[in-house]
C-alpha cells in the first residue's frame, strides 16, 4: 500500500493572509483559485460548526482542480455532543449529504475510526 501526503491548511479565507500569501489586489472570490495553486488540500474547518450549502460545495468545487482534495472536519455534533455513539449511523447521515454510498462509508468509517480511538486511549 502506497501512502499519500497531502499538504494544506484549516481554511483558505482569512482577510491577515493578504499581501503575505494573497496578491494586494486579488478579490476573495479568487482566493480558492490561487490557494489551490499552491497547496494540495484544505480542511473545512466550517463543517465542524454546521454543514455547508451544497452551493458552497459546488462553488469550491468548480473554483478548484480534478486532484485537490476537501478535507471535511466531522461535525462536532458526532465527536463531542454524541462523543461517537450511534457512530455509524451519525457517520451516514453526513455521507448522505455528499450524495455517495452512505452505508459502505459509514460502516467502514464507523469501525476504522473507533478502532483507532481505542488503541490510542
Not at 51 to 78: G, M, Q
Not at 81 to 110: H, P, Q, S, T
Amino acid at each position: 500500500m502506497s501512502l499519500h501526503y497531502y499538504v494544506g491548511t484549516s481554511g483558505w479565507h482569512y482577510d491577515h493572509w493578504r499581501d503575505r500569501f494573497y496578491p494586494e489586489k486579488l478579490i476573495k472570490a479568487k482566493w480558492l483559485e490561487y490557494y489551490t495553486n499552491h497547496f494540495t488540500t484544505v480542511e473545512l474547518n466550517n463543517s465542524f460548526y454546521r454543514l455547508p450549502s451544497e452551493a458552497a460545495f459546488t462553488t469550491w468545487h468548480d473554483s478548484s482542480p480534478a486532484n485537490f482534495t476537501f478535507a471535511a472536519k466531522v461535525s462536532r455534533f458526532i465527536t463531542h455532543i454524541k462523543r461517537l455513539a450511534n457512530l455509524a449511523v451519525n457517520l451516514k447521515a453526513v455521507y448522505i449529504y455528499f450524495n455517495n454510498d452512505a452505508e459502505a462509508f459509514a460502516v467502514r468509517n464507523a469501525i476504522t475510526l473507533r478502532g483507532y480511538l481505542q488503541n490510542v486511549s
